[in-house]
């Protein structure tokens, strides 16, 4: 466990995907309790995982906040909450998706949806398998509290910053935002459309990257990678990122109606996992759906094409 700045800690936690860790973070409440910030995936012994964190604390967890629905941040939610008693906080916007995607599962609509994207047979039943294994993390909480912006947590004001998922929330206070994934050092966070989501999510990140240039807070501690020391000055370079490949995504149609999946190949190259193949076609489709917004680009089919063509 780390100090990162007073009255705020972070532990980290390994995970088994191409990014190798997430962030939580323990936020000194104004009782002398604290708050944690995000739980990593489900474990199969939430006692043997949790208890050496609490005990390293000076005082009891008094609430669980969660900034978005991926298993890595909402995954060990239930257990903490059992091990602490302290109560769940999620966005309102983020647990309707939260619930659509872990409470709702259909694998049927999961595989004809990267089916329809392109995907070759032996990708989707190999995506499929590691949803039904990946699932069993995901201990998320029923009914929690609801947050909605300008909520506060104890001097903590919520925001809604949608992109990388559909209600990710950050809390801000003074001038430190706790940030989820919504922005991240040297690296972009993922940016991808998926079943029974918002239909622009990269749209959506655009304005959330807008808004972060107005905040302008005087750092932002993520949950992956180092700390954003200048996160106005980074949503700028991550903007520019996003233009580069929109430019990248229109090159690559060449007339004939491709595939997000085909898309995927030319803007990520053809060398990935099973796992970051299907990171990679979410996202090749969330840049396709922003072009055909700006009139760059047309479905054609199950695919596209360039506009005009």
């Known amino acids: 466990m780390v100090d990162v700045e007073q009255g705020v800690r972070r532990v980290t936690f390994a995970l088994p995907f191409g990014i190798d860790h997430v962030h939580c973070y323990f936020l000194r409440a104004s009782t002398g309790g604290w708050i944690l910030v995000d739980t990593g995936l489900g474990s199969r012994d939430p006692e043997a995982h949790w208890r050496p964190v609490l005990d390293l604390l000076d005082a009891p967890v008094e609430q669980i906040v969660v900034t978005h629905m991926h298993p890595d941040h909402v995954g060990g939610a239930r257990d903490v909450a059992e091990l602490t008693g302290a109560p769940v906080l999620q966005g309102r916007e983020d647990y309707d998706q939260c619930v659509r995607a872990w409470g709702q599962r259909n694998p049927e609509r999961f595989v004809a949806y990267w089916t329809e994207q392109g995907m070759p047979k032996e990708y989707v039943e190999s995506i499929a398998q590691e949803s039904e294994r990946l699932v069993a993390a995901v201990h998320w909480m029923p009914d929690p509290v609801l947050l909605d912006p300008g909520d506060e947590i104890d001097g903590w004001r919520v925001e809604v910053l949608r992109g990388h998922a559909d209600g990710h929330i950050v809390l801000l206070r003074d001038d430190v935002m706790i940030a989820g994934d919504v922005i991240l050092d040297t690296i972009t966070p993922a940016i991808g459309l998926y079943p029974n989501s918002r239909p622009d999510p990269l749209g959506d990140y655009l304005v959330t990257l807008d808004r972060l240039e107005e905040l302008a807070p005087r ?20 903007r520019a990122h996003h233009a580069e490949r929109l430019d990248h995504a ?35 489709l969330a840049h396709l759906e922003r072009l ?15 506009a005009g063509n």
């Open 292 to 306: 055909v917004r700006e009139g760059r680009a047309e479905r054609a089919g199950p695919g596209y094409v360039r």
């Open 250 to 284: 229109v090159a690559a149609l060449d007339g004939s109606p491709l595939s997000a999946y085909e898309v995927s190949l030319a803007l990520f190259g053809g060398e990935l996992s099973t796992t970051l193949r299907r990171f990679a076609t979410a996202e090749a």
């Open 219 to 238: 750092v932002a501690y993520a949950g992956h990678r180092d700390p954003v020391a200048q996160p106005a000055a980074r949503a700028r370079e991550i």
